[in-house]
């Protein structure tokens, strides 16, 4: 401890410039930092050296996003520091838990999509696998959501602007990413090549971070790209002596990776979305052959070094990058690329929406990108020729499968084309993974046997219960023993537990501690506190029609009509405080009014001294991984209530069941895997399944017949309708008691009458704590299985064949 006192004092002197008695929180913060990332140091140089010499195959992980969640405890914990450096700061009179909650998280992620990305490298780092992260640093991140009068502001994230001690740059290792221009054809020994003669280039500098695994020596590699404008671009402008263009160019250049764009399963096909995917993958590429691989390495046997796996279709363009990469820079002739392309690409899908399946117009495409243009309609040519060989001039088969859209406008499908050049396509829970078989993807089933597969996403056991609720972390040490966080399987042993009552009693203070923990937190940040005897009902994601918040909301003034009409008494309901946490893509004008609604009822229904504080609607702002980690431990009651056949898995769900929730939930997603291992009896589920679903669309769906016939759901909509949560005002919520009445997409109006009478049943299960406590242990010790870990496995044994490495 003495040694890490010194340490920490010399990062304060040296680093920080300042002297204990003189520093801020902040200069505590990051001289802590700068301390705890020595102890990791010597191992990620370790790793990186290990790593050269064995030349073992790795995977190179391409996502647009990482939602990583703040850094300082999860070194801590995988450096297994944190009571040294806990004791260690006491002596200087500083507290641990202070200079950790100055952290600002790097928000570089959207939801669900960047959180698992930054889940799977977790486990990597842990299983002792191989990996390179690759993606962007965003300058700013996701948003910063605020409220006023109920709406949603956005705020611009700012998380570098007190320094980011996680990150290593190295701008000599800065690579070109070329843009535009044109394309044309040259001899060479008798054949015909193609080149790209681009019109402008920036530079992409790597920042790289820290991937620590649990414990176990190794550290692997983050390297997330930022773009600067190029020397060349600085040299022409110096001279040309023009000041102001000269700033406009370097603007230009630094605005690929300046913002992270917050649209969550709805993309726009804006310019400059496709130039960061382009940004980040081409560099990422380049990296990996210049850097990771041996100087005189034969990239014929890339596939045995390197797996790229594509986090969904974001980083697609790098197929068409390598092909041109071996085709035109490395000379290899097409057919020998493109064996080693097919072999070097995996595809995982993530959505069944379809307005989330990104295409990028022909005309978008050819302007920013000619010579992947050209690549991409030759594999298209080609790929449709071995349809045409397989199933004749089945023309109308051509089209359905052509990687070439040419309605509304041309453009390039690019769940298609990563389709034809992934070794393996996979969904992301079960369901998912047959939907996309049989509903989005059957011709390519058909076509490529064996190609289809699924893996069920996870999440971290470190960050998401030893970090997120140390409590139940020492209750179940004490009850198995340590080794369980990375064989979370484990967890099945604490079985017996759900009929021990001294162990249930223990479990029911450790959900009481952290229901107070919450509570503190909100009385900070927002100024409201959770009420330690309500049961907590949580529902936190994005914010989204097909999630179906509305329905969550329908559920919340049913209750408020039952004790205002007199119904019921307050003192006879089940009391609830429940709690929303979301933000919307600040262009999506449906999912802002939904805020604006749940804050307005929030409002009423909070003040209303008719409800006698039994029911309590918080919607603290700003949803992001921080906050996650202190509800979700405190939740009783876990919101996973999407349309069925919507939600492709799902991780939070998976993150409440882990800490002891239990869920209410549609037959969706892996909710249904959830629930099978759980059992019926620690599972609310109600609703249309998704044949059902697909069965009421077929036939016409018409919202307002169960408007019409269902009594509950009538005074609750005429209440929204009325102005009730709008101080009387009739026009505020119409837009959305319209779409509702009249459209409902996403079916909440069909699912109402199961989802009260499922919550009714909540309430029941409720009144007995006993079988409320067995049932949430149950979901403890059932639900090892959405580890990442074993995702990570999954995706070893059926995709990457990369065995750990040590
Ligand atoms: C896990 C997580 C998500 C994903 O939640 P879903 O309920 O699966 O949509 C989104 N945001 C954050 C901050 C998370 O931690």
Known sequence: MDGFIREFLRELNFGQGVALSFSSINDQYLALARTVRHYLMARWLGTLRRQFETQAKGVAYLSAEYLLGRQLGNALLATGLTDIVEEGLAKCGIDLATLRAQEVEPGLGNGGLGRLAACFIDSLATMSVPCVGYGIRYEYGIFRQTFEDGRQVEQPDNWLALGSPWEFPHPEAAQIVNFAGHTETYEEDGTVRSRWIPGWSVQAIPYNYMVP???????????????????????????????????????????????????????????????????????????????????DFDLTHLPDRVIFQLNDTHPVIG???????????????????????????????????????????????????????????RINDEFLDEVRERFGDDELRIRRMSIIAEHPERSVRMAYLATVAGSKVNGVAELHSQLLRDKVLPDFDEFYPGKFINVTNGVTPRRFIRLANPALSELITDALGVGWLTDLERLR???????????????RAVKAHNKRRLSRVLVDRD??????????????KRLHEYKRQTLKLLHIVTLYDRITSGEVKPADIVPRTFIFGAKAAPGYRMAKEIIHLINAVGSVVNADPAVEGRLKVLFPPNYNVTLAEKVIPAADLSEQISLAGKEASGTGNMKFALNGALTIGTDDGANIEIRELVGDDNF?????????????????????????????????????????????????????????????????LADYRAYIDAQDEVDKAYLDEDRWTRSAILNVARTGFFSSDRSMRNYIDRIWHTPPSF
């Open 493 to 507: 042993e604490l079985e017996p537990y759900a009929e021990d009552e001294e162990f249930k009693e223990r479990f």
């Open 527 to 540: 100024g409201t506190s959770v009420d330690d005897d309500h049961l907590l009902d949580v529902m936190v």
């Open 684 to 748: 609310f589920l109600f609703g249309l399944l998704e044949p059902e679903v697909e069965a009421l669309y077929a036939k016409g769906y018409v919202p307002s017949s169960f408007y019409e016939s269902d009594e509950g759901l009538h005074r609750a909509i005429d209440m929204i309708a009325r102005g009730t949560f709008s101080g009387g005002d009739r026009g505020v919520f119409d837009g959305l008691v319209s779409n509702l009445l009249y459209d409902d997409r996403f079916m909440a």
């Open 319 to 377: 197929v068409p990058e390598l092909m041109r990469v071996l085709v035109d820079e490395k000379d290899f002739d097409w057919d020998d690329a493109w064996e080693i392309t097919k072999k070097c690409f995996a595809y995982t899908c993530h959505t069944l929406l379809p307005e989330a399946l990104e295409v990028w117009s022909v005309d978008l495409l050819g302007r920013l990108l000619p010579r992947h243009l050209e690549i991409i309609y």
């Open 213 to 295: 695994g649990y414990q176990n020596g190794r550290v692997n590699t983050l390297r997330l790209w930022s773009a600067v404008a190029t020397n060349a671009f600085d040299l022409r402008i110096f001279n040309s002596g023009d000041y102001a263009e000269a700033v406009r160019a370097q603007t230009f250049a630094e605005n690929i990776s300046k913002v992270l764009y917050p649209e969550d399963s709805t993309p726009q096909g804006k310019e400059l979305r496709l130039q960061q995917q382009y940004f980040f993958v081409s560099a990422s590429i380049h990296d990996f052959i210049d850097n990771v691989l041996p100087a």
